[in-house]
Every structure is written in structure tokens, then in C-alpha cells.
């Protein structure tokens, strides 16, 4: 099943329920930073370039904040938004639907997480089975990158069983928690995803405090 389309329009709903000034949890941005950013990663080759590599980066966030600029009003806003639900242009590789399902499917979770979660009330999503399958699938082909600058081995336990073995080291943490609260840890989000630890306490502080995502 193709979860990546509606996933884009319910991130394109929470962005305009949230409206243009409102807070996310990507550092530095408000909503229309981030609607800037998901319309032109699938537009401006420099913008994706810029998300992987620091030589592109400048550019990439200059590109960005200006057209989150012509879209600090409502209506500025409400059309940036539309047009990133649209889709991307035809002759964008996103069109094919394994690129797609890729480049997009953690992408559009995360991201409709960064809205919702950057208020004091919150409460997670009920997910539907296959999806949060899909989302486990991505996560832990993408873990041990995720992972890699934490000096611990950690293992992704699901609370129903299944597990992941992200890294291996001598001294381990296991992270339990449902597939979509693992991914916004394994991102960074580790304030606002809900985890459980188990491992030594001085493992588990060391891991609370490791940089962790991309």
C-alpha cells in the first residue's frame, strides 16, 4: 500500500491548522520555513543538495527563507501550502513511486510531528497497522546512520516484540517504543518522542545525552 500521499495531505492540514508563525520542532523554523522547505526539495536540486552536504548549505537555507518570507501572511501561506500538496512537478523522480515512498514517507511523518508536538498539548497518533509497519521498515534500514554518533550499541524494540539491532558495541541501551515515537527519537526529536530505556543508568544518561539523527 502507498501511505506517502495521504500522508502529504494530512501534513499539509496540520500546516494549515497550525497557520504561518507557528512554532516546529526543527530549530530555527516556523511552519513556513518548513512548508518553504517541503515545496522546494522537490523542486530545487540545490535545496536537497544543501540538506546533505555543508558546502550546499547556505545556499540551500537562503533559498528557503526566502520564499518562507512571501509566505508570512495568511494568504501567502495558504497557497505556499496548497502548492506543495499538489505534489511535485512531472518531471520530478518523486513522481516514481519507490523514489517516493522513500525520499517522503519518514519525511511526512516527522515533519506533521514537528507541527503537532511544538505545543505544551499534545497527545500521539492512533496509526493505522500496515502504516506503522511501513514506517518500522524505513526506520530501521536508516537506524544505524541515525545512530551513528552515539558511542553505545542500541537495539529498537517495538513493545509487541519485534526488534532491531541498530548498532553493536560492548555497553547497549534498548529503546522501546511504537515504530512512529522510535523514528522522531531516532531523528533527534528525543524530547518528544515517547520512549522507554533499558540498559545500565549511566548508559542510558550517556545515550540521553549523545547527538543523535542527521
Known amino acids: 500500500m502507498h501511505f506517502v500521499d495521504p500522508s502529504r495531505e494530512v501534513l499539509a492540514e496540520t500546516l494549515l491548522a497550525a497557520g504561518p508563525g507557528a512554532d516546529t520542532l526543527c530549530a530555527g523554523w ?9 515545496y522546494l ?27 518562507a518570507a ?12 496548497e502548492q ?3 505534489g511535485p512537478p ?15 514517507l519518514i519525511e511526512y511523518f516527522v515533519h506533521t510531528e514537528d507541527v503537532r508536538r511544538a505545543t505544551d498539548r499534545w497527545a500521539p497518533r492512533a496509526l493505522d497497522e500496515e502504516y506503522s509497519q511501513a514506517l518500522w521498515d524505513e526506520l530501521i534500514k536508516r537506524a544505524a ?20 539491532v541498530a548498532k553493536r558495541a560492548p555497553v547497549s ?26 540498559g545500565q543508568a549511566d548508559a542510558v544518561a550517556l545515550l540521553k545525552t549523545a547527538e543523535v539523527g542527521i
Open 70 to 81: 512571501k509566505a508570512s501572511t495568511v494568504e501567502g501561506y495558504a497557497k505556499l501550502v
Open 145 to 164: 546512520l541515525l545512530y551513528r554518533g552515539v558511542d553505545l550499541g542500541i537495539v529498537l524494540v517495538q513493545p509487541s516484540g519485534p526488534r532491531h
Open 90 to 104: 512531472a518531471l520530478s523522480p518523486m513522481r516514481i513511486k519507490a523514489v517516493d515512498e522513500s525520499a517522503n
Open 41 to 67: 526539495r522537490e523542486r530545487n536540486a540545490g535545496v536537497g543538495l544543501g540538506l546533505i552536504l555543508r558546502a550546499f548549505s547556505r545556499a540551500s537555507d537562503t533559498t528557503t527563507r526566502k520564499l
Open 173 to 198: 541501551v534498548a529503546i522501546v517504543g511504537a515504530p512512529g515515537e522510535l523514528l522522531m527519537h531516532a531523528f533527534g526529536r528525543t524530547d518528544h518522542a515517547l520512549v522507554t530505556f533499558e
Open 30 to 38: 516556523r511552519t513556513q520555513e518548513l512548508a518553504a522547505h517541503l
Open 84 to 86: 506543495f500538496r499538489a
